[in-house]
């Protein structure tokens, strides 16, 4: 099996920055997705790490280290539309995804 | 594109009754899947296929069948629901197994009682 940790909940203020920490040990590696899930709604896909690094798409960003184990999700210009679930999910090495708890980030004006 | 369709959209149902969720996805994705989400966790997968007429189980099969007779739909099926399935559960498809992403599905809220 798998085992994707990640902060429970974050709270911070509008156009401020948020990082999302993400920690996972798994058999096989083939990716690292980022989620955002809004309440009562389906996750829709935010972000997409295969190789070491930064990807970087507008307001969020998302860095990988597969020696590490650790990804992170980085929010930047928070807006209070931000607020949401994010869920972090690896996909092991017979491709199916398992995903973390999920982190809740408040945005406050 | 309606992308990844689901009904009911919420259902209650009493322990042992049986119900079938509906899933269908008219991208011609070749891969779908069943979630299952419960309160402050993450998800689940409950059933996967990776084409018409063939299924296999993830990680929380029990209690629940499947079948994939076409390309396009994936219904899921509860025999004896039991409360332990109350849940929201989530259809999901993607053109490839090494594609970037997953499309999910609105999800279907159910309560057994």
């Known amino acids: 099996g798998q085992n994707i940790d990640q902060p429970t909940e974050m709270t911070a203020t509008e156009g401020a920055i948020v990082q999302i920490n993400c920690t996972y040990q798994?058999?096989?590696?083939?990716?690292l997705f980022w989620y955002q899930q809004h309440a009562g709604e389906a996750p829709t896909f935010l972000s997409y790490n295969v190789l070491d690094g930064l990807e970087e798409k507008g307001r969020f960003s998302s860095f990988l280290s597969r020696s590490k184990g650790y990804s992170y999700l980085l929010l930047k210009e928070l807006q209070m539309k931000d607020s949401a679930s994010y869920l972090c999910?690896?996909?092991?090495?017979?491709?199916?995804?398992?995903f973390g708890a999920g982190t809740t980030v408040t945005v406050r004006a | 594109n309606a992308g990844v369709t689901q009904t009911p959209k919420f259902r209650i149902l009493k322990i042992g009754q049986s119900m079938t969720l509906q899933c269908a996805q008219d991208m011609n994705h070749n891969y779908m899947y069943w979630y299952r989400q419960d309160p402050g966790m993450g998800l689940k997968l409950i059933y996967y296929?990776?084409?018409?007429?063939?299924?296999d189980k993830g990680e929380v099969p029990n209690g629940y069948n499947v079948s994939r007779s076409t390309t396009e739909d994936f219904p899921l099926r509860l025999e004896l629901a039991a409360p332990s399935q109350t849940s929201v559960y989530f259809c999901?498809?993607?053109?490839?197994?090494?594609?970037?992403?997953?499309?999910f599905g609105p999800g279907t809220r159910l309560l057994v009682l």
């Open positions: 296929s990776v084409g018409a007429g063939i299924t």
């Open positions: 798994t058999s096989g590696f083939n990716g």
């Open positions: 999910a690896v996909r092991d090495g017979d491709y199916k995804l398992s």
């Open positions: 999901a498809s993607s053109y490839s197994i090494e594609q970037e992403t997953q499309y």
